[in-house]
């Protein structure tokens, strides 16, 4: 971990870095939403600090505090050898939902990021904007709600979904017979042989 | 004769037209892991490849957030359920790092070994699995008898051949057998007999070179912006080796190379893998060397670590403690910290947030193979249909982990 990436950042952006401390010898700096992806740049292209390794990204719900979620990332550069952890606090609660849960991406920064915001897009509802391609990654498109949120019951269960006729545009699905509730049934197959007819 | 097919004008099967779209998977023959490509093929060349994980998910990181921090270790098993022995000494060492804690040293090169003896199965399975799926049958049921022997080894230490839960807070669930040493040098040996066999069988087959060769390239720098890490990242030539660059356990004292590709295609994948058992091997031995023979694997701290049992039975300090530490969990100081590893396919970071209980706040896992089944789509656009099986066996994907 590298104090001095902590001073360089304080030095540079100033109120933006809300706080920071090294607990654990993890040097972490809270940064103003707004100013993420700038911060973000920042460390990935400055020749003294050079995160050019985005470790790992993901979510923490403190129901309890103002801007409830934290979006944290955690960056290493592999010819400096330090480590920082960034972190961002965003979403509040206005009537049992969730509003101003988004922050910029940091794709464009770091490639890998992609998967990892998805994956907290999918956990904590977070959006993030400008993201290329946010789409649900480890649930499913039909389930409701934010599983890794705190007030997520955990023994909360979902009912089933139908077989899809549309795709995720609104598309009808072009299916052929082997689908549907008949699915693996001979007789559902009766499509192929002769029109549909029994 | 009647053609048969004059009565199909209404159910006519037909091939849609450029591109045309594939589904390959959930439960595809061809790849391990449930995962799901779809594909946007021109013949038989990728245009655009999606690649859809979660079918595994089982909502580990809200179950941990449920029980007490010991109660994760079985999670943590589960996690990569073909190297858990590493997922126990990463959460081990994680919670350990929030608590201040530092184990014995012979606990310290326990875990090397039984670390190791775990990445060496993972790179089996990995490999053995590989090649099956490219035809080659016999080097995947050598490797899987090698992997028994290592499992006959891990059985006899924790009693579990698959998921251990053999970590503890503060230490190991109990020492090291009085033969482990003996055991685990006679397996060795037997193992790299069957993996150089079976190694020098694929290496000299036309077939697996040709399929692997300049298949799945990808560069260093490309690499390390998708954040890969491990075995995958190493073959493209960047030595990031935690073992080496932020030594934890006794890494810094033991002597072993970090073998590196050059091109970074699916060969070289393969060869670092093969390479990385050896080094393995190499560290395992210089632990026997070493550990010592008696003393103690835990730390004897109340606050963390359970009674001896004989005590629990006989003594009242001893039960309520032993009570205190599994209904109410070990007592966590306040923070966060993020501990990582190398596990079997690269970085295995725990980001853990305690609020002082007894229970996990937040217990985040960085599993290795979730990015780098993330970029598996950047290699196999534009690439053509069969390379997809390779490609893919090389990433080693491990849908527990991956998909939480």
């Known amino acids: 971990m590298s104090k001095a990436a902590l001073e360089k950042l304080r030095a540079k952006f100033g109120d933006a870095i809300l706080e920071t401390h090294s607990q654990h010898g993890d040097d972490t700096a809270v940064i103003a939403s707004e100013r993420w992806r700038e911060v973000c740049e920042f460390c990935r292209k400055d020749p003294g600090l050079s995160f050019d390794m985005l470790t790992d990204l993901c979510g923490v719900d403190f129901p309890e505090r103002a801007p409830r979620i934290e979006v944290v990332i955690h960056l290493y550069s592999t010819q400096k050898r330090h480590r920082v952890r960034l972190k961002t606090r965003v979403g509040e609660t206005v009537d049992e939902e969730l509003v101003n849960c988004a922050v910029d991406t940091v794709v464009p920064v770091w490639a890998g990021a992609n998967w990892f915001e998805r994956e907290t897009f999918d956990m904590y509802g977070v959006t993030f904007k400008g993201h290329p391609d946010l789409r649900r990654i480890l649930m499913y498109p039909e389930f409701e709600g934010h599983p890794l949120l705190k007030d997520y019951p955990a023994e909360k269960t979902q009912p089933l979904i139908p077989y899809r006729e549309t795709d995720e545009d609104g598309k009808p699905l072009e299916k052929q017979a082997p689908f549907g509730p008949d699915e693996g049934m001979s007789f559902g197959r009766k499509h192929f042989t002769n029109g549909g007819e029994a | ?404």
């Open chain 2, 1 to 404: 004769m009647e053609p048969i097919d004059l009565d199909l004008e209404d159910g006519e099967l037909y091939l849609t037209a450029d591109p045309m779209h594939l589904n390959m998977g959930p439960s595809h023959t061809a790849t391990h892991g449930t995962v799901r490509i779809v594909l946007e093929l021109s013949g038989e060349t990728i245009l655009k490849s999606d690649v859809q994980i979660g079918y595994l998910h089982r909502g580990f990181e809200k179950m941990c957030e449920r029980g007490t921090w010991a109660q994760v270790f079985p999670y943590a098993d589960r996690l990569n359920y073909v190297s858990p022995m590493l997922n126990n000494v990463g959460y081990a060492l994680a919670v350990e790092k929030l608590c201040d804690i530092e184990v014995p040293e012979r606990c310290q090169w326990y875990r090397m070994a039984l670390g190791e003896l775990a990445r060496i199965s993972d790179h089996l399975t990995c490999t053995g699995a590989m090649a099956m799926e490219l035809g080659a049958f016999t080097p995947f049921l050598w490797f899987v008898k090698a992997r028994e022997m290592i499992w006959d080894v891990l059985e006899e230490e924790t009693g579990a051949r698959l998921t251990h839960s053999f970590g503890r807070i503060g230490g190991m669930a109990s020492p090291p057998t009085k033969d482990f040493k003996e055991l685990t040098k006679a397996s060795l040996a037997k193992v790299l007999s069957l993996m150089e066999e079976g190694e020098k069988m694929l290496l000299k087959n036309r077939i697996f070179i040709d399929r692997l060769e300049n298949v799945g390239v990808i560069s260093a720098a490309y690499a390390i912006a998708l954040s890969w890490t491990g075995p995958c990242l190493r073959a493209s030539g960047q030595a990031y080796d935690i073992r080496k660059l932020h030594p934890y356990l006794k890494y810094d004292e033991v002597d072993f190379d970090v073998p590196v590709g050059t091109k970074g295609d699916n060969l070289d994948r393969f060869l670092v893998r093969m390479h990385e058992i050896r080094q393995s091997m190499r560290i395992i031995e210089q632990v026997c060397e070493r550990m010592a023979d008696d003393g103690p694997v835990s730390i004897n701290d109340p606050r963390v670590a359970l009674p001896p049992k004989e005590d629990v039975y006989t003594t009242i300090e001893a039960t309520i403690q032993h009570f205190k530490l599994i209904m109410e969990g070990a007592k966590v100081p306040a923070g966060e910290c993020y501990s990582y590893t190398e596990g079997g396919n690269g970085e295995l970071g725990f980001y853990l947030v305690s609020d002082g209980s007894g229970t996990p706040y937040r217990c985040r896992i960085r599993p290795p193979c979730f990015p780098i089944v993330g970029g598996l789509s950047k290699l196999l656009d534009g690439s053509m249909l069969s390379d997809i099986v390779p490609t893919f066996g090389s990433m080693n994907m491990i849908g527990g982990e991956c998909d939480h």
